[in-house]
């Protein structure tokens, strides 16, 4: 019996926002394509160990800490697809409008301490600021990104750091551009 038989599949739709909690088991399906966004940790286990023909090694299963360590990791409380749906998807927010472009929070500090991720939708121009570093990817469309004087072109499925103090980023496209932005832990201070 395959592990896969032990989940229920939870029909998702492009553009559906979830966030996964540590120690719930879960498998992504097949045809799916997504962005995951991942708390910063040591921790990966694999409760699969074959996939496509190819074999998963040892040491790669359960961190070297056997499966016991493994095992005590994971939730294993039932949940029904509904209960799935109240908790862990997430609804988008508008943050920023900005002419007719708009920034989104999709996961932030109400679901983990770890990151936040926005989703900016760029319909001619859009002006980023940001009080820390991050990481973008385009995730529809194409466009630039203007710093300082100077265009670069952005495409789907392009990646960007933006460091930290860089200051005021302009987004342009003449079409339509989908920017997601992940961000580290927003300051306690």
């Known amino acids: 019996m395959s592990t896969l038989n ?16 540590g120690g719930m088991p879960h498998a992504i399906g097949e045809g799916v394509f997504m962005i995951e966004v991942m708390e910063p940790t040591d921790f990966a286990v694999r ?14 299963r359960f961190m070297n800490r056997g499966i016991d360590f493994a095992l005590s990791l994971f939730s294993y409380d039932p949940s029904s697809v509904d209960t799935i749906r109240d908790k862990y998807f997430c609804e988008p927010r508008v943050l920023k409008t900005d002419n007719k472009s708009s920034e989104y929070t999709l996961i932030n500090k109400r679901q983990t301490p770890c990151f936040t991720v926005n ?4 319909k001619e121009s859009y002006v980023k600021e940001a009080e820390s570093f991050y990481i973008c990817i385009v995730s529809k469309g194409s466009g630039t990104i203007a710093i300082e004087g100077q265009k670069y072109p952005l495409t789907e499925g392009a990646k960007f750091f933006v ?4 200051g005021s980023l302009v987004f342009e496209s ?15 201070n």
């Open 47 to 60: 409760i699969e160990f074959e996939r496509g023909g190819y074999i998963l090694p040892e040491e790669s």
């Open 6 to 21: 032990c989940f229920e599949k939870i029909p998702i739709k492009p553009e559906d926002v979830f966030f996964v909690p």
């Open 163 to 166: 460091p930290h103090q860089t």
């Open 174 to 188: 003449k079409n339509e551009m989908e920017i997601i932005a992940t961000f580290p832990p927003e300051d306690s």
């Open 119 to 122: 989703r900016i939708n760029i």
